[in-house]
């Protein structure tokens, strides 16, 4: 179990306060880089993720986070004389240009090498026991930190609670997760939280849906945005209100460059507000691996865009 550093200010999503002084909050518990695969799909079954801290090499990611945001040097998102490489924010309003980039920029054969690093892909083959498949819609990510939102108590969207088959429906439960920071990221900027033992609770909810949904036409009982679904799919934007429900915590940690999370598609998460003080974006990729004789939903296998409602 890791020792819990508690955020240094109360932590934010969605509108909502995720206080720690409410018990709800707990570790995330990392596991060591050197485990055999059978202990890894045991921590992976018994905890619904695995958290490997040093799973790439440092440099290499810190690397793509400088390509990244070098992409974005005469964008305004950074200051005009920054290291690309720190990824510190501007302050200036989100704009077309920005988008374009990000949209550019996962389709770069640099995002896509890393996605398919090599480390990533054999790990994923001993895993399944067979090939492994990437999904071709892979998302990339940067949040900017709020401190300007936070003067003027407004609260820009996060990730609200979720499990990723809600938007995998098309495939089956054998896909896989992996969320990689690039960059150092902790707690309070905002990397993902996963609320403990929630792997269960995921499977009980996807079990009801399916029961419940029957009348549902097949594209409407795959799609996230089904008239059944809250807004969005998601589980909960209330984090401390979820905690309280399933009287469980939300397990935080201080990512660093070269770790990664891998999680099943039960398992319910969440991202909060990046309140970094030294003013750095959050820069993360998410992506999904499946055994290549698995179902694959076909929907995933076009880049991602913003406008593709999945
Ligand atoms: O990084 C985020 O904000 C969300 C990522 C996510 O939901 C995932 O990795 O499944």
Redesign the pocket.
């Known amino acids: 179990m890791n020792s819990f550093r508690k955020p240094l200010q109360p932590l934010t999503s969605n509108g909502y306060t995720l206080s720690s002084a409410l018990n709800r909050l707990g570790p995330l518990n990392s596991s060591q880089s050197d485990l055999t695969i059978e202990e890894y799909k045991r921590l992976f079954q018994l905890q619904g993720y695995l958290w490997i801290k040093g799973f790439f090499e440092r440099k290499e990611v810190l690397e793509l986070r400088k390509r990244f945001f070098e992409s974005y040097r005469d964008s305004g998102l950074l200051p005009f004389d920054s290291n690309p490489q720190e990824g510190l924010f501007s302050g200036n309003a989100e704009t077309e240009l920005n988008q374009k980039i990000l949209m550019e920029f996962v389709r770069t054969a640099a995002y896509e090498s890393f996605c398919l690093h090599p480390k990533l892909w054999q790990f994923y083959d001993n895993f399944f026991g067979s090939p492994s498949y990437l999904h071709k819609r892979k998302i990339i990510?940067y949040?900017t930190p709020n401190v300007l939102n936070q003067l003027l108590k407004t609260h820009p969207a996060?990730?609200p609670a979720?499990y990723?088959l809600i938007y995998l429906r098309g495939g089956n439960d054998t896909v896989v997760?992996s969320?990689i920071p690039l960059g150092d990221t902790p707690i309070e900027m905002g990397g993902?939280v996963y609320l403990e033992g929630s792997d269960l609770l995921g499977r009980k909810m996807e079990a009801d849906f399916t029961a419940q949904h029957q009348n549902l036409s097949p594209e409407e009982r795959i799609s996230a945005y089904n008239k059944n679904m809250i807004e969005g799919g998601w589980v909960g934007k209330d984090l401390e209100a979820m905690a309280e429900q399933f009287d469980t915590r939300w397990l935080v940690a201080d990512y660093e460059a070269g770790d990664i999370v891998f999680?099943s598609p039960y398992m319910i998460?969440a991202?909060t507000n990046n309140i970094d003080a030294n003013g750095r974006i959050r820069l993360?990729t998410?992506i999904r691996y499946q055994s290549i004789r698995e179902e694959i939903d076909v929907r995933w296998g076009n880049h991602w865009t913003l406008e593709d409602m999945l």
Do not use: E, F, Q
């Open positions: 990510r949040k996060t990730t979720h990723d997760s969320w993902l999680h998460h991202a993360s998410d």
